[in-house]
């Protein structure tokens, strides 16, 4: 199992089959997955699917979701992390796009700025990946929040699938 990083009260690592009912509990949520676009799944091999897909996005890309694991009762509480975006988005193909999605009991804790910075930081200093993306529902203000907060810079708002998106960018310092 490889840890990606660590913070005061997280370790984000390499998501494993072993994660599949923590997923289960995360994507079958409506709540979580209110601007997203998405339906809630419904089953088990859903949810091993999904661990089956971000594997391989770590073999073919070099990176991919993380795990979060609350050190303190190493609890599988969400993921983080950086994706390889084909695209296109907004007119972007082929960036870096930087996420968060946890089980609801953990929100409202600062978990996703902690895991964000962390990203951040392994994009920019271990990757050396000149920009870092997101994107976030124009509504969803707890994630808009978290965005500006590790620093992203609003950049416009555009329509992604006829639903109203913020578009955020980070440049790496020289």
Known sequence: MEIFAETERLLLREILPTDADGLFALNSDPEVLRYLGAEPIRTIEESRAQVDFIRQQYLANG???????EKQTNAFIGWSGLKLVAGPTNGHSNYHDLGYRFVRQYWGRGYATEAAHAALRYG??????????AVADVENTASNQVLQKVGLQFIETFALEGVPHNWYELRRRH
């Open 124 to 133: 920019f200093d271990t990757l050396r990946l000149p920009a870092i993306y």
């Open 63 to 69: 990176i991919g979701r993380w795990a979060v694991v």
